[in-house]
T-cell receptor
Framework: GAGVSQSPRYKVAKRGQDVALRCDPI?????LFWYQQALGQGPEFLTY????????KSGLPSDRFFAERPEGSVSTLKIQRTQQEDSAVYLC??????????????FGPGTRLTVL | AQRVTQPEKLLSVFKGAPVELKCNYS??????LFWYVQYSRQRLQLLLR??SRESIKGFTADLNKGETSFHLKKPFAQEEDSAMYYC????????????FGTGTRLTIIP
């Protein structure tokens, strides 16, 4: 089937606006990850879900960042009162999480957020 | 905290020459190491992982715990190898979050 999809692909926001970024994981994938990739840097972990449970949010840079996955499928990353330093590509990845296995993370194309 | 270092931001190699992309990590335990690749206008994808001990597209990588390195190698570079390469590690087997390096852009010169 289709891979991980993300929308929108590009988002321009004025400083102070709220934004919502969507991730559709591969159907049946249990684990879902959000990463932030600033220009010239590698992806940095933000948060991790297993089904609907948010098991790790240690990478969220501030309380302006909030993520949810209410039905264990689609996830939304919300950023309130955006700042210029939030400009980055936001990547979503999902994995199957077979019991006892180490599963491959499949990445989406990313959402490029530019805060003016 | 764990860390991944890729010392070369840019690497240019002639077609047919050997390639080595360096990756060093800092972690006192036994991490799992990965190489991810991003070709032009494509999404990030797994190239190989050390526990698989596979050769993918002619690339291999050996985990050297003594030197805390996981360098990516290919004996004969091909033009289609031009891409961005990221080394990554996972240290928490209950949480598969990845720590990435800053990446190396490999350019193969025809």
């Amino acid at each position: 089937g289709a891979g991980v999809s993300q929308s929108p692909r590009y988002k321009v926001a004025k400083r102070g606006q709220d934004v919502a970024l969507r991730c559709d994981p591969i159907s049946g994938h249990v684990s879902l990850f959000w990463y932030q990739q600033a220009l010239g840097q590698g992806p940095e972990f933000l948060t991790y879900f297993q089904n609907e449970a948010q098991l790790d949010k240690s990478g969220l840079p501030s309380d302006r960042f909030f993520a949810e996955r209410p039905e264990g499928s689609v996830s939304t990353l919300k950023i309130q009162r955006t700042q210029q330093e939030d400009s980055a590509v936001y990547l979503c990845a999902s994995s199957l999480r077979t019991s006892g296995g180490k599963d491959t993370q499949y990445f989406g194309p990313g959402t490029r957020l530019t805060v003016l | 905290a764990q860390r991944v270092t890729q010392p070369e931001k840019l690497l240019s190699v002639f077609k047919g020459a050997p390639v080595e992309l360096k990756c060093n990590y800092s972690y006192s335990g036994s991490p799992e190491l990965f190489w991810y690749v991003q070709y032009s206008r494509q999404r990030l994808q797994l190239l190989l992982r050390h526990i698989s001990r596979e050769s993918i597209k002619g690339f291999t990588a050996d985990l050297n715990k003594g030197e805390t390195s996981f360098h990516l190698k290919k004996p004969f570079a091909q033009e289609e190898d031009s891409a961005m390469y990221y080394c990554a590690l996972n240290v928490d087997f209950g949480n598969e979050k990845l720590t990435f390096g800053t990446g190396t852009r490999l350019t193969i010169i025809p």
